[in-house]
């Protein structure tokens, strides 16, 4: 997978992409258990384990491009249906991808996931990352693409001043999720440990990734933010951090909380902070495009009903163009019979001299006229 970088297309208020890396030794094995568990416990309606040749495979009855193409480093791909609240009909699709370099070990499964509702998203709905992955600590699916950080956790930022600028610029840059940096004031215990993150509605929880500074990184962390991103760490608080290139309506005051207590007790205002910079509109990542294009376009899983309305509307799409090929072989022959008939006439041997006559001394009706006539008509792009 290559960098991300932004488009001048916005993500869709019913999207939720994630991408990230599995490092344990069965990444597939642990998504198909769990596939498989959600189905027979009724949480989903209905799942398919996919080859991604086959899956990009074009046939009469379901023709597809090259964006059905997950590319030559994809292992696997995964689809699932389920219902949201109210009945809400959402379509994801997981593919994972092998290691492009031969650091395998260290650099795991890579996997990236699209869903997208039948409306606007809502954060209380079920996470799509635990529809594919099993919610557990015991599965180390959570990896972001960005190294040493993770989903589910608190990542401590790193000691040395030139690490922690390149972990910024990559975070901010590279990632598809929304990244979080708290201040502890002073030595969290148990309790403080707990990710904030624990705190937001489900489908949020898997979206944040949360970053935090020692007591005494509160003058490193906050000059590395400043100089990188332009944003302050405040001592003892916390502040989300922009995209690169920032997203409009980002607001330093407004996403930066001046106060977190880290003891147990739910962070109101941090929370409500993360809330409202995930619904600010925000380009959507050029290999996301990719990814949601392949979701819109090469989706396998139909219902019955749905596999009856598509083989419908390929019946009629072949049945017009049929029509249309039929009504032009009937121009092309109309043109081809006249075109002999001029040229009958044209070397038919009646090629005497006449005199013109007043009706038709303003006119060229020679054969040879005719034909060169009917043969524009035949070579007319129109017709």
């Known amino acids: 997978m290559t960098n991300s970088s932004s488009s001048s297309t916005i993500v869709p208020d019913t999207v939720w992409l994630g991408h990230g890396r599995h490092l344990g030794p069965e990444a597939e094995r642990d998504v198909r258990r769990n596939l498989i568990a959600l189905k027979a416990a009724g949480v989903i309606d209905a799942f398919l384990d996919l080859d991604p040749i086959e899956a990009a495979r074009s046939t009469d009855l379901f023709p597809r491009d090259e964006s059905a193409d997950a590319g030559p480093a994809a292992r696997r791909l995964f689809e699932a249906r389920w219902r949201a609240a109210d009945g809400v009909t959402v379509r994801a699709q997981l593919t994972t991808y092998g290691s492009e ?102 489908s949020l929880r898997h979206r944040v990734v949360e970053h935090r500074a020692t007591p005494e990184q509160a003058l490193i962390a906050d000059f590395a933010m400043k100089r990188e991103l332009g944003v302050g760490l405040p001592r003892g608080g916390a502040v989300v951090l922009p995209p ?32 409202d910079f995930a619904s600010l509109p925000r ?54 019979e006249s075109a002999l008939a001029a040229l009958a006439e044209a070397t038919s041997g009646n090629n005497a001299s006449r005199t013109p006559t007043p009706a038709t001394a303003g006119q060229d009706t020679s054969p040879l006229k005719t034909l060169t006539k009917t043969f524009a008509l035949f070579r007319s792009p129109n017709r």
């Open 244 to 275: 690169t290139p920032r997203v409009p309506g980002y607001d330093t005051e407004r996403f930066t909380v001046r106060d977190v207590f880290l003891d147990g007790t739910e962070p109101t205002e941090l929370l409500q902070a993360i809330t």
């Open 101 to 202: 370099s031969r650091r395998v070990e260290s650099e795991g499964v890579t996997w990236v996931l699209a869903a997208e509702a039948e409306r606007a998203w809502e954060a209380s709905w079920p996470s799509p990352a635990t529809v594919f992955w099993p919610d557990s600590d015991q599965v180390d699916w959570d990896h972001e693409r960005v190294p040493g950080v993770r989903l589910r956790t608190t990542n401590h930022l790193p000691k040395d001043d030139g690490e922690l600028r390149r972990l910024l610029r990559d975070c901010t840059r590279q990632s598809w999720f929304i990244h979080v940096v708290v201040h502890e004031a002073m030595t969290p215990d148990a309790r403080g440990r707990r990710p904030i993150t624990a705190f937001l509605p489900p």
């Open 283 to 336: 380009p959507l990542p050029a290999d996301a495009e990719q990814v949601l294009t392949r979701l819109r376009q090469g989706w396998h899983l139909l219902t019955p009903d749905e596999e009856l309305v598509h083989a419908r509307a390929m019946v009629t799409k072949y049945a017009k163009a049929l029509e249309a090929m039929t009504a032009s072989c009937d121009l092309y022959r109309e043109a081809a």
